[in-house]
């Protein structure tokens, strides 16, 4: 498992916090890209073609500090984008999405490669110069409520969005 020197002591707020308290709890420890891409490939998912019955699979990272500015990310998968972006559009939330168009190498790429449709909904500037990401400034003074509504509201129109398809 790869840890940074804060995570052994809490979990970052906004690197790994904010994107699991708009859609479910889950666990702080992060296994790195081999670790990643073991589990999929070894696990039951990749033996008994579970990951063909996936529809998608959207990752929420860094989405939950107070200056929300989602990056375009370009390995994710272009009709998803275009739902992401169709659901922001609804509730008004334009300015916070894909402003800018970046390639992030993340916990979504195995499923990229193997067929999955996926996204990457991240939020690369955190702090004034990305200051905070994986720092002791990373803290939960840095999360905001509204930036994490915005996301769930997204997310939900989305995944409506999915199951009409």
Request: aromatic share 8%; proline share 5%.
């Amino acid at each position: 498992m790869s840890t940074g020197p804060l995570s052994l002591l809490r979990p970052p707020a906004v690197a790994a916090g904010s994107g699991v308290s708009v859609i479910a709890p889950a666990s702080f420890a992060q296994p790195d890209r081999l670790e990643r891409e073991m589990c999929i490939r070894d696990s039951r998912w990749g033996r008994d073609g579970t990951l063909g019955q996936i529809k998608a699979f959207m990752l929420a990272d860094m989405i939950g500090d107070k200056d929300l500015d989602i990056q375009r990310e370009s390995n994710s998968t272009a009709w998803l984008v275009s739902l992401v972006g169709q659901a922001a559009h609804k509730f008004g939330y334009d300015r916070y999405f894909f402003q800018r168009e970046m390639a992030v190498e993340d916990d979504h790429l195995p499923f990229v490669e193997r067929g999955v449709p996926s996204i990457d909904i991240i939020d690369l500037d955190y702090g004034p110069n990305n200051s905070y990401h994986h720092t002791a400034q990373d803290t939960m003074d840095k999360v905001s409520a509204r930036s994490l509504t915005i996301d769930g509201d997204v997310f939900m129109e989305t995944i409506r969005l999915i199951d009409q398809r």
